[in-house]
């Protein structure tokens, strides 16, 4: 569906479903230069499970118009906007990556909007290195080319897909290339200002960790720091996949949820 | 892991992880028609697009799924469907795409069965195509209509080896929002992999080159998933609600592979063009060897060349890497691993004269193949191109005396040695 944000045209998936405004409502938080296709095996599944399901594209990101936002903060912000335009008082929120950012700043910020938080492939802090902090800005190809070839594991570089027929690396490039130009830069230079050591602890929400054992973009020790951070948290880690946890291992994905959930 | 593979590391791995439970290092055959459901709930996320997996296999099979991706991989794509042939390859792509009414244009340089289908069987169901000059630009660009939706041509045009300006004819294509499809089959994507190049689908037969052993009939439709189909509302079938699924918007739901997700759901689902599990093992048994593959016949079309180059009783030669050839330059910089292994030539004396060399040769095969591991001959007038009109034939740059030859990866002295005595045979008529 298409809602007017802060005067742009912003797209959210719901999964194929019209949200019935009386299910539980889920939130789908993307990372850096993502967008809601990064849940594409998260969003339809949980729409046909009985969730009214909003996976958001951030201004400038997959179909949603308007600049990229700058910093996380300002994506918590309008996040709690977006909230308020679909009449939610609260909702449960996934991210991945940087979604996990913006969904531990939401939970600190707005406390009341967040239910409970489930973090895939995150980190309390995550820094950019200058070397991709810089290509995203100058050459944005080379920079979706070095996150889709670090953000995938073994399925991702053995083309093993749930999908029939479909390539994860290919798709990456493509969904990361559809993205306005500064998206991917103002992306990265928000996760490497954004520290979330000080607010973890303050998060009272239950909290579900779901890490990448091979993960290079936040490696599983940051994770379970991150896990051990919050008050009421439990981890789950998932075997043989990458950064890209939600394609790469939908299902263990889907399950743990689920799990989480019920 | 953060280093992808190289060409003939994926040529042998992609698509493939070995599985936990029986270790099989071979791809298996899987030979099922269907699979057991999990439990009901399972089995309406399979028919929702919710999860990935099988539920039968005229939609998907894990064999066909893992030539998919090898073939997606190869080709520095998004997604690929296998089909039973290059030719059910073609007209599933272009009926996921077209409606009546809508206008394609097309290379004149066309195989002659796809001639044919644009020409006569798609106008009975109201679509229409424009055959052009593939090499004239502004013809290209003076053809496309308002409703014009693909421009199709093959990147090594079969027989007349005319080669496409692909950097050229995308921006031409982008300009107009329509989607550029291209016959792959000549040049594989050893020789070329044309998305980064702006190309939106490829078609493959992988009957030739890409099975390379002539054991197996194929095809492939891939998915670049480089088309920006919220550009335009040229493709309502993709961009707006479609009947399949409660009305599901491909484009909104799967982005960058919303071709392949309305092809699965459509052209798999309601017309049926499946590959065949153990045709898919064949070709990948095939797609193993292409990139060695391909570099021998490579090395091989070369030294033919020189032979027939030099030879009395050839009055032409055809390839792309000649310089008389009027792409030789464009060809260079496009492949430069090599034009493809399809050389034409003209033997003085006629059609006489041709069809004894065709009686003499004993190597080589005279038959309707192209891209087998062995040396094949044809005369394309009476054979492959015999039921286009004469027009189309011109166009097609056919002539009567053309003899069309897919140079096989045999020792090189041979295949002259078996020329040698055609030509001989052919001389004294």
Redesign the interface.
């Given at each position: 569906m298409k809602l007017t944000v802060n005067g742009h045209s912003t797209y959210i998936s719901t999964g194929g479903k019209k949200p019935s405004m009386g299910n539980q409502a889920i939130f789908f938080l993307p990372g850096s230069g993502q967008s809601h296709l990064t849940f594409v095996l998260q969003t339809r599944f949980f729409a046909f499970e009985g969730y009214d399901v909003y996976a958001p594209d951030f201004p400038g990101h997959g179909l949603s118009k308007g600049n990229p936002l700058e910093t996380i903060e300002e994506m918590a912000d309008w996040i709690a906007v977006l909230m308020v335009k679909c009449n939610l008082k609260s909702a449960i929120i996934v991210g991945h990556s940087q979604g996990c950012l913006v969904a531990m700043s939401l939970a600190h910020k707005y406390p009341d909007l967040a239910e409970k938080l489930i973090l895939i492939a995150g980190a309390l802090q995550i820094k950019v290195n200058d070397y991709l902090l810089d290509k995203s800005n100058s050459s944005m190809p080379l920079a979706v080319k070095m996150m889709t070839e670090w953000g995938h594991g073994r399925n991702g570089h053995f083309f093993a897909a749930s999908q029939p027929g479909h390539s994860l690396l290919g798709i990456g490039r493509e969904l990361m290339m559809a993205n306005a130009q500064d998206a991917l830069s103002a992306d990265l230079l928000a996760c490497n200002q954004f520290d979330a050591n000080n607010i973890a602890a303050e998060i009272e929400v239950p909290v579900l960790c779901i890490l990448a054992q091979d993960d290079k973009m936040t490696p599983v020790k940051l994770g379970v720091k991150m896990s051990d951070s919050f008050k009421n948290s439990m981890c789950v880690k998932i075997a043989q996949s990458g950064h890209m946890l939600p394609i790469e291992k939908p299902d263990d994905v889907n399950s743990s949820i689920q799990k989480f959930l019920n | 892991?953060?280093?992808?593979?190289k060409f003939d590391t994926?040529s042998l791995?992609?698509?493939?992880?070995p599985d936990s439970e029986t270790g099989s290092r071979a791809v298996p055959i899987h030979q099922t028609t269907s699979y057991v459901f999990r439990n009901t709930r399972h089995a309406?996320?399979l028919y929702?697009?919710?999860?990935?997996?099988?539920l039968y296999s005229r939609i998907?099979?894990?064999t066909?799924?893992v030539l998919?991706?090898?073939v997606?991989?190869l080709d520095?794509?998004?997604?690929?469907?296998?089909t039973s042939s290059g030719m059910a390859a073609l007209f599933s792509a272009l009926l996921t795409i077209c409606s009546a009414g809508d206008h394609i244009v097309a290379s004149s340089q066309l195989y002659g069965a796809n001639v044919n289908l644009l020409k006569y069987t798609l106008p009975r169901f109201g679509i229409r195509t424009t055959f052009v000059d593939p090499t004239n630009h502004e013809e290209i660009k003076s053809a496309i209509t308002e409703n014009t939706k693909i421009f199709f041509s093959e990147i090594i045009g079969n027989p007349g080896l005319v080669i496409l300006d692909v950097d050229a004819v995308a921006k031409m294509c982008q300009e107009h929002s329509i989607l550029f499809m291209v016959d792959g089959t000549f040049n594989t994507p050893y020789l070329m992999a044309p998305?980064k190049n702006g190309v939106n689908i490829i078609i493959h037969s992988l009957t030739k080159w890409m099975g390379g052993h002539g054991v197996a009939i194929g095809g492939v439709v891939v998915d670049?998933?480089?088309f920006?189909w919220?550009s335009t509302d040229k493709f309502p079938t993709i961009s707006e609600p479609h009947y399949a699924?409660?009305g599901?918007n491909f484009y909104?739901?799967?982005?960058?592979?919303a071709f392949?997700a309305k092809f699965?759901a459509e052209a798999m689902y309601n017309f049926g063009p499946c590959l065949a599990p153990m045709n898919a093992f064949h070709i990948l048994q095939g797609l193993e060897t292409l990139p060695l593959r391909m570099q021998r016949h490579i090395e091989n079309t070369q030294e033919l060349l020189k032979f027939l180059i030099s030879h009395e009783q050839i009055s032409w030669v055809r390839h792309p890497s000649l310089p008389e050839h009027p792409q030789h330059e464009l060809a260079a910089e496009m492949l430069p691993r090599g034009a493809g292994s399809i050389i034409t030539f003209g033997i003085k004396g006629g059609r006489d004269a041709g069809k004894k060399f065709i009686e003499t040769v004993t190597l080589s095969s005279h038959l309707a193949n192209v891209g087998d591991a062995k040396t094949l001959v044809i005369h394309p007038a009476s054979t492959t191109h015999s039921h286009i009109d004469s027009q189309s034939m011109l166009s097609a740059g056919l002539t009567d005396d053309m003899i069309r030859l897919s140079v096989g990866l045999e020792d090189i002295s041979d295949i002259i040695s078996d020329f040698e005595q055609g030509l001989k045979a052919a001389s004294k008529l």
């Open positions: - | 892991m953060s280093h992808k593979f994926l791995h992609a698509g493939q992880i309406a996320a929702n697009m919710e999860v990935g997996g099988h998907s099979n894990p066909v799924a998919e991706q090898r997606a991989a520095d794509a998004a997604a690929a469907t296998a998305v670049g998933g480089n920006d919220g699924m409660d599901i909104e739901e799967f982005g960058p592979v392949t699965r």
